[in-house]
């Protein structure tokens, strides 16, 4: 069974890549580039949303309601 772990802290930055830090201390970058023209995603492709990313309830949200899942921020996601 696959441990389910919470995003603590996240900074976006440029190229939509994601620094994400895990609540097992693990700090990994997450590339959004390949969501940018999916829906949710889109609304935050080329404006300055995507940089208001914030965690909430262990995972990275942003205003609109638009979120992503912790599992596949961890899954996709490339150690530091």
């Known amino acids: 069974m696959e441990v389910l772990l ?18 097992n201390g693990e700090k990994r970058i997450f590339d959004m580039s390949p969501y940018m023209d999916k829906k949710p995603f889109i609304r ?3 404006s300055p949303l995507f940089f208001q990313a914030t965690v909430n ?9 638009i ?12 150690k530091m």
């Open 6 to 23: 919470d995003v603590v802290k996240v900074e976006a930055k440029p190229d939509y890549r994601l620094h994400l830090e895990f609540e």
């Open 44 to 46: 935050l492709k080329g």
């Open 57 to 65: 309830f262990g995972t990275v949200v942003w205003p609109g309601d």
């Open 67 to 78: 979120d992503i899942a912790p599992e596949t921020l961890y899954d996709r996601s490339q």
